[in-house]
């Protein structure tokens, strides 16, 4: 059997620690059986973890069986982490990309790149209504393997739409904030799918991160190397990071970008159904329009606006009002792209 010490890692906090709990061993197949399924089965089985060669063993994949579970929760670690401890799993080397010829229309549906705290996460849930969209959001295996260069997504994005094409869907992946900065890397794994950059004033989002310490999210390669001194400054060169990532993939042509408060109007009535390819019948709109009053992180209670309570952050924080007015200018550009369809 292809052995596995399963360990707890952290993608930036995202309920990645519970994966030991999820993985009874007494339920793990063999490496054999495994390729089997993949062969024989494709889209009843999930990758939800990787890990780097270590100790002489080469970069490993975990996936475990998604038969008959829902992706509705904000998050998918929390849906994964919901099922039932009796599901199977095995464990594989990377998986390989599929060649040009074996793919079936595109890879994906769609993708979503986003600054954080800017409505992805509605955008998300809406989408979820969309009868033939399958939405993971902020899978945390993508996280992790973007934290290998050498290795392509191919293989890894190309089972999430398998499984989408067994239950007669499309695949449409909510990336994390953080991913936008491998924006190209994922786009080119992923088939160059239709991708939406949803963006927001850097005020409104540096006062919902206040508080937090951000800035160590970005790859190594965009942090500043003697680290922020002030959490706030820091937060915001982590968003200017994201702001100049997803203004590059606008203008050569690879976002479609949307800010905030047009969000829910493009996604119903505007640009963005035929952009993904749905269309809008009257159900459909009630049903998005009800998601969108909810609280989209805890959907069971309504939406509750905290605009004022952000004015008043960026008002009384001197280094965020720094911060939202040295990035105005990017936001300007951003808010051009936004108003193209």
Not at 62 to 69: H, R, S
Not at 100 to 120: M, N, T
């Amino acid at each position: 059997m292809f052995s596995l010490e399963v360990e707890a890692r952290s993608t930036h906090g995202f309920l990645d620690d519970k994966i030991p709990d999820m993985l009874d061993r007494s339920r793990q197949l063999s490496h054999e059986e495994g390729l089997r399924l993949l062969e024989c089965s494709p889209g009843e089985y999930l990758p939800v973890v990787c890990h780097p060669a270590r100790d002489g063993r080469p970069d490993r994949v975990v996936w475990m069986n998604v038969e008959g579970l829902g992706f509705e929760r904000p998050f998918q670690m929390e849906d994964l982490i919901r099922t039932e401890a009796s599901r199977t799993w095995f464990v594989t080397g990377w998986p390989a990309d599929r060649p040009s010829d074996e793919v079936d229309g595109p890879r994906f549906g769609g993708l979503i790149f986003h600054v954080a705290r800017c409505g992805s996460t509605l955008a998300a849930r809406m989408l979820m209504a969309v009868p033939d969209l399958m939405v993971h959001s902020e899978p945390g295996v993508v996280n992790m393997a973007l934290e290998l260069p050498s290795r392509s997504l191919g293989g890894i994005l190309s089972a999430y739409q398998d499984v989408a094409q067994h239950r007669r869907q499309r695949a449409l992946i909510k990336c994390t904030s953080s991913n936008l900065c491998h924006g190209e890397r994922i786009l080119e794994s992923a088939g160059n799918a239709p991708a939406l950059f949803i963006h927001r004033t850097p005020g409104e989002v540096l006062a919902s991160l206040h508080g937090q310490s951000w800035h160590d999210r970005l790859p190594e390669s965009m942090r500043d190397l003697e680290g922020p001194i002030d959490p706030d400054e820091g937060n915001g060169r982590f968003l200017e990071a994201l702001m100049r990532s997803g203004l590059r993939l606008a203008e050569a042509g690879r976002v479609r970008c949307v800010e905030y408060p047009d969000l829910i109007e493009r996604l119903v009535d505007g640009d963005l159904p035929e952009y993904f390819g749905y269309q809008v019948d009257s159900t459909l709109r009630e049903r998005m329009l009800a998601t969108a009053i909810a609280d989209s992180k805890q959907p069971e209670a309504s939406f509750r606006s905290d605009t004022d309570r952000k004015a008043r952050i960026v008002a009384e924080v001197p280094a965020i009002g720094r911060e939202a007015a040295r990035l105005k200018p990017l936001y300007e550009a951003l808010r051009g792209w936004s108003s193209r369809r």
